[in-house]
T-cell receptor
Framework: DADVTQTPRNRITKTGKRIMLECSQT?????MYWYRQDPGLGLQLIYY???????NKGEISDGYSVSRQAQAKFSLSLESAIPNQTALYFC???????????????FGEGSRLTVL | GDSVTQMEGPVTLSEEAFLTINCTYT??????LFWYVQYPGEGLQLLLK?????DKGSNKGFEATYRKETTSFHLEKGSVQVSDSAVYFC?????????????FGKGTLLTVNP
């Protein structure tokens, strides 16, 4: 089983609908992230959380919200989806600073969202 | 701010050809440097990393050397295979206060033909 699991893997929805993408992890990491990938643009950070009580905006947080329900769960919501939010979304985790893998991200397999 | 610039693709090679994907960075401190690989339909996974100047990261026949003087971390492989077809991302991680922030390049699509 994957250490970082995203659901759903694929979703097609219509403009104006509310969408939630879920992420769960078994790595025991405190830090979790949501990224968006668009062709030719690399990865852009949407939100990140360093523990259950800590939520931070990334580069492109407008139109998105998140919820950290537990150490292992981090959800991304689109309150009213629009077509330019069509993209591949990745959840990732990382160790706390000072560990042997400091700075390294561990990614889920991605959730492809299409907004019509 | 921090930034990563990598060569634009797509790159198309024949099997057993030599591969170089250039990556340069801008950072204020002493970042760690990474190459991630994304195979079709999958998430990103770490390919190799280097945490200080002159370190060489290597994995699966790929290598990259952390060059502080040229702020570069170019990815190389002596003989590519069809299975190396993927998107490759260069990234840096720099400490800001007590936490690290990862910055990615835009990715380079590599296609290896038989």
């Amino acid at each position: 089983d994957a250490d970082v699991t995203q659901t759903p893997r694929n979703r097609i929805t219509k403009t104006g609908k509310r969408i939630m993408l879920e992420c769960s992890q078994t790595k025991g990491h405190d830090r979790m992230y949501w990224y968006r990938q668009d062709p030719g643009l690399g990865l852009q950070l949407i939100y990140y959380s360093f523990d259950v009580k800590d939520i931070n905006k990334g580069e492109i947080s407008d139109g998105y919200s998140v919820s950290r329900q537990a150490q292992a769960k981090f959800s991304l919501s689109l309150e009213s989806a629009i077509p330019n939010q069509t993209a591949l979304y990745f959840c990732a985790t990382s160790e706390p600073t000072g560990g042997p893998n400091t700075g390294e991200l561990f990614f889920g397999e991605g959730s492809r969202l299409t907004v019509l | 701010g921090d930034s990563v610039t990598q060569m634009e693709g797509p790159v198309t090679l024949s099997e057993e050809a030599f591969l170089t994907i250039n990556c340069t960075y801008t950072a204020t401190g002493y970042p760690s440097l990474f190459w991630y690989v994304q195979y079709p339909g999958e998430g990103l996974q770490l390919l190799l990393k280097a945490t200080k100047a002159d370190d060489k990261g290597s994995n699966k026949g790929f290598e990259a050397t952390y060059r502080k003087e040229t702020t570069s971390f170019h990815l190389e492989k002596g003989s590519v295979q069809v299975s190396d077809s993927a998107v490759y991302f260069c990234a840096l991680s720099e400490r800001g206060g007590s936490n690290y922030k990862l910055t990615f390049g835009k990715g380079t699509l590599l296609t290896v033909n038989p």
